[in-house]
């Protein structure tokens, strides 16, 4: 029972921070919209407006897609070509995800550091409607470039340790559309051995 613990807390740890996230993202998308919206109307109907609306909208946006970038992340749904990676066997996979790993480790490395400096830079720099910091502003980046680290890290873990499957060495999900068309295809091909069979009986 204590050696599962720790097991537990990281999977409870993970639900929560992925709702928080989900919540994060509603809450900036709705505001984002209403905030939008709200401001053109008063622009046309009523020739007045929320001063704050515009920096607001845009610090919602901001937020919406950064967070958004690391639930992405988390469930394989960045854009990505398997073409080649597919075809290779289980070590050749190990060893593409392994540098693909090291890097996009790397690049939030790069990431962080400049969010970092611009966020130190940005701190006493207000925003001239809201008044609310620059910071807040890159703060953006430095939350992405550690949460992607952060699935990385894990990512590479569960392949070393050969705990990773062969769908999570591809690294990417398949589209909706991708899917539906392999399903027509394999009906497609269904029905053509069907028609040569009753063809045969003939």
């Not at 992925?18 to 994060?24: C, K, R």
């Not at 937020?63 to 690391?70: E, H, R």
């Not at 398997?82 to 075809?87: K, N, P, Q, T, V």
């Not at 091909?189 to 003939?202: F, L, S, Y």
């Amino acid at each position: 029972m204590l050696s599962e613990f720790p097991g537990v807390v990281m999977k409870s740890l993970d639900k929560f921070l992925t709702q928080v996230m989900n919540v994060i993202i509603v809450v900036s998308l709705v505001m984002m919209v209403f905030m939008v919206f709200s401001n053109v109307v008063l622009r046309y109907v009523f020739n007045s407006g929320i001063t704050v609306s515009e920096e607001l909208s845009r610090f919602c946006f901001l937020w919406l897609i950064f967070v958004g970038s690391i639930v992405a992340m988390k469930e394989r749904g960045h854009l990505g070509v398997d073409s080649l990676i597919a075809r290779l066997p289980r070590s050749g996979k190990v060893v593409f995800v392994l540098i693909s790993n090291a890097l996009m480790l790397w690049v939030c490395y790069l990431f962080f550091v400049g969010s970092w400096r611009q966020t130190v830079v940005g701190w006493g720099t207000l925003k001239p409607a809201t008044g609310i910091p620059m910071a807040f502003h890159y703060a953006t980046g430095l939350v992405m470039s550690v949460g992607i680290a952060v699935i990385l890290i894990g990512n590479t873990l569960r392949v070393l340790s050969g705990k990773a499957t062969d769908a999570e060495l591809i690294q990417i999900v398949e589209s909706e559309e991708v899917e539906t068309g392999g399903e027509a295809e394999h009906e497609l091909e269904n029905e053509a051995r069907a028609n040569a069979n009753e063809r045969n009986k003939n």
